[in-house]
């Protein structure tokens, strides 16, 4: 499977779903979700991974925020590393997050949205482009 095969949106989407599914009933509260990777979710969670590389490689989000990109990588890469442990078992795979590991999932998804925006940017001429000046 190449990057190109997942758009940086599905990723996102996928991400926001988890968010969406999973939101703590309040900010103190200590929180454990159960989420179900099947082999689809796997790949989204490592498309995400590879394309917060590519923005770290850019030099984007090196701004600290709660938590960098650096961080974020790791943590989604600690995710595959145990979905890859329990895969050889079953091919649905049950990770538990608690509320900080749901932050960082809201993090990653918050720099993928920031690059599905700038690669939209990107492939759009500016609006003051005239043309080819003679």
Known sequence: MKLSD????MARDYLRG???RNKPPSEHVAWRVHINLDIDGRRKLWAADKYLEVLQTMGVGIEKRRVGLSEI????????IDAAA?????????VELS?????MIKEAELH???FGIMRTVESRPSKNYGGKKR
């Open 73 to 80: 990588r790791e943590f989604l890469a600690g995710l595959l």
């Open 112 to 114: 993928l949205d920031r």
């Open 86 to 94: 329990q895969a050889d078992v079953a091919e649905d795979v049950a």
């Open 6 to 9: 997942i758009p940086p949106e």
């Open 99 to 103: 509320v900080a590991g749901l932050h």
């Open 18 to 20: 988890i968010i969406d």
